[in-house]
């Protein structure tokens, strides 16, 4: 064909970088990667973000899916998949392409996670994505299970039939079900670490002291990437944020 | 018997499961509009009149994904890599929810198209051929695949009376060409030399589309008569 053939994971070239956050819910990865975010901007790239699960294309499908239970392990694989596909093709590759920074919360490894978690087979759900893009780093958030369930569960009366993994029958308990889940896809991150060589990251420290180590990792990469306008001074940010916040709202804040 | 082989990783885990497929899977493939569906409606009223349970099942129309995959074809903004899943997610929806319960049932199933157009369609979009095989590994193999094979010529005439050229059909979505009639010409050209290179691989059963209907009927009947279970 002529140029347009699909590259798969690891043969991409662009002049753009991609940094991705990975780990269970509650491991605190998608308030690291929004300081990141905030950061980059401030330092003058472009960036650009992108979430797992967003395709305005394949949302509908999705939630089709999950409300009927429609879904089998394979077929949740797949609808997942192609959501990823569909942001791959929008909201990664063009970015890359364009010398942009793309930040992504969740990557193929959390697919790897969930879907072999689900008893996908490890080796199909791997083929499956083939045509992601290798990140210029990813960092997975590694938490004690109890630490990520009591963030993830204070609060919250209601799980989802597969956010809980009630469809793997462990348990009649969403909560007990979901524990068990959670269990089987930390397994698989931590087996993941060496195979895609993930950058595991404490994520019980505190909230300051992982971005610093995070911006530390990002910084390096950095390195010819084009600056889109020259970086905002920390001072001048500050000026910038109280311009933008009339005092008045804040003293009338209270009414 | 529907026996336990795949293409390539039996991803859904039916060999764990010591699934048993007591019906038989029959595939009629082609390309759009080389007279399949007439096919297999003169398949199933005869399967039926000698007292088998038939089932069918259509591209496109899983219960999952058929609306929003048409959606999505409607718009402007699907890409070829999502486009491949989409209709992946379609198939193996397909594949779960109405082909294996019929097999499983005892059903004589009769599928219009089957992984073959699917792998088609992403390797002339310039998909990984690896990567889509893959993909497509968890199907079972088929007790038959009848390949209806015809010419270039002999597609035009067929489209032309069944409602004219059609965007996805003519794979306007390549670029190929600079009206409908010139793209389909190259598209299905590359279509072509895809399931010419299927044949052997796959083990097609090649029927000649140019004879008459009742023709390929007869000749269907005769290769199926021998696969179905006795009674």
Do not use: C
Request: cysteine-free; hydrophobic content about 40%; aromatic content about 10%.
């Amino acid at each position: 064909m002529d140029g347009q053939d699909m590259k798969t994971y690891g043969l991409h070239q662009y002049p753009g970088k991609l940094f991705v956050v990975e780990g269970v819910d509650g491991s605190g990865k998608s308030t690291q990667i929004a300081l990141l975010r905030q950061w980059l901007i401030s330092e003058g790239y472009t960036v650009f973000f992108s979430e797992w699960n967003s395709s305005p294309l394949v949302k509908k499908t999705t939630s089709r899916g999950k409300k009927k239970q429609l879904l089998t392990p394979t077929t949740f694989s797949l609808i997942h998949a192609t959501d990823f596909a569909d942001r791959t093709e929008h909201d990664i590759i063009p970015p890359l392409k364009a010398g942009a920074i793309v930040l992504a919360d969740r990557y193929v490894y959390t697919a790897f996670a969930r879907d072999v978690a689900r008893n996908v087979d490890s080796h199909w759900v791997r083929e499956l994505y083939q045509f992601a893009v290798q990140p210029t780093r990813a960092f997975y958030f590694r938490v004690p299970l109890d630490v990520s369930l009591s963030r993830i569960l204070t609060g919250r009366t209601e799980l989802k039939y597969y956010e809980a993994g009630m469809d793997l029958g462990l348990s009649n308990d969403p909560h007990e079900s979901f524990k068990m889940f959670q269990q089987r896809i930390v397994n698989e991150y931590e087996a993941m670490i060496n195979e895609y060589n993930l950058t595991v990251m404490d994520a019980t420290l505190p909230i300051p002291e992982q971005q610093r180590i995070m911006r530390q990792l990002v910084r390096p990469h950095l390195e010819g990437v084009r600056r889109f306008r020259p970086p905002v001074r920390e001072k001048e940010l500050l000026n910038l944020v109280r311009a933008l916040q009339p005092t008045e709202r804040y003293s009338d804040q209270s009414i | 018997m529907t026996e336990l082989e795949f293409y390539g990783i039996d991803a859904i885990g039916l060999q764990n499961r010591e699934d048993v497929l007591p019906g038989r899977l029959i595939v009629i493939e082609g390309p759009d509009g080389i007279g399949r569906t007439s096919q297999l409606l003169l398949l199933r009223p005869w399967l039926e009149s000698s007292g088998y349970a038939v089932a069918d099942s259509e591209m496109t129309h899983s219960d999952l994904a058929g609306a929003g995959l048409k959606q999505a074809k409607e718009g402007n903004t699907l890409g070829p890599i999502t486009l491949n899943l989409f209709y992946a997610t379609d198939f193996v929806d397909r594949f779960e929810s109405q082909i294996l319960p019929a097999l499983r049932a005892g059903f004589i199933v009769l599928t219009d198209r089957y992984i073959y157009s699917l792998m088609a369609r992403a390797l002339v979009r310039g998909a990984d051929p690896h990567w889509i095989r893959s993909i497509y590994g968890l199907a079972l193999k088929p007790d038959a695949i009848f390949y209806l094979k015809g010419s270039l010529e002999d597609l035009i005439p067929r489209v032309l009376q069944g409602g004219g050229f059609s965007y996805w059909e003519s794979g306007m979505d390549m670029h190929l060409g600079s009206d409908l009639f010139e793209s389909f010409v190259r598209y299905q050209t590359l279509m072509l030399a895809e399931y010419d290179k299927m044949i052997a691989e796959y083990n097609f059963h090649v029927i000649d589309a140019k004879l008459p209907v009742e023709l390929i009927a007869e000749q269907l009947k005769h290769h199926i008569l021998p696969l179905l279970p006795a009674g």
